[in-house]
């Protein structure tokens, strides 16, 4: 969102001598700015509502082999939780350093790679258990992050999506997220569906879904009421959080601290 600012210009006036005035040349004519381009916008609607943890800070979301798998924030309360759809209880979890702000998890092959905040440390879990298998270092913060074929993507908080060899963690390119040709922040919670990275913006309704080739936002799905409908009053309980069920093409959706979780449908998309 871009703040208007208003600048106030003071003129004094000077006492000049009287001197003849060439008269003003005509002005440019105006040259019209190219119209920014429209972004599509989907609706949704509720397809079935399920239990979820109101003590969890959901920093990452994916679906796996008929479970949820959960990253959560928070120092001292941030963990990585295999979930039961139908209860929203933990079957198996194992917590982070209590120095740590746990943020977005990714499953890659038999692993789950999950990123902290501000400390630049990420973490390798064994997918079958959940046991740590190992730790790694990157520069920035960490947001969200997903598998895009071969690479792991990263938000940061900055316009940038990172891409890395998840095996080595090197980095090997970037794209810049534009929505209506103007960069995007604050993408937070990353999730690969159909090609697309579908991302919730921190602090808002929308998940943009991002062409990760060239990172242009190519539609947004406008999520407005849904955390009302959670029953959520907290200000930091902001939407986060999607999943995708690529077996049966369902598409979950939760938020920080949410006591519901939402298999949702787009609908009205233009």
Known sequence: MIASRVLLIAAAALALPAVATPPAPAPAPAVAEPALPTVPR?????????????DSFTQGL?????????????????????????????????????????????????????????GGVGHRWRLQDLKPIGDFRYKGEGWGVTMVGDDLVLSDGTPDLRFFDPATMTEKGKVTV???GRPLAMLNELETIKGEIWA????????????????????YVDLTGLSATAGVGDPDAVLNGIAWDANKKRLFVTGKYWSKLFEIALTDCR
């Open 200 to 219: 919730n913006v921190w602090m808002t309704d929308a998940i943009v879904r991002i062409d990760p080739a060239t990172g242009t936002v190519k539609s």
């Open 62 to 118: 994916f679906w796996h082999d008929g479970y949820l798998y959960e990253g959560t924030g928070q120092y001292g309360r941030s963990r990585l939780a295999r979930l039961d759809l139908a209860t929203g209880k933990a079957l198996a979890e194992t917590k982070l350093p209590v120095d740590e702000f746990g943020e977005g998890i990714t499953r890659w092959r038999d692993q789950i790679i999950g990123v902290t905040w501000q």
């Open 178 to 180: 534009r929505f209506a």
């Open 42 to 54: 989907c609706g949704y609607r509720i397809v079935e509502t399920y239990p979820h943890d109101k």
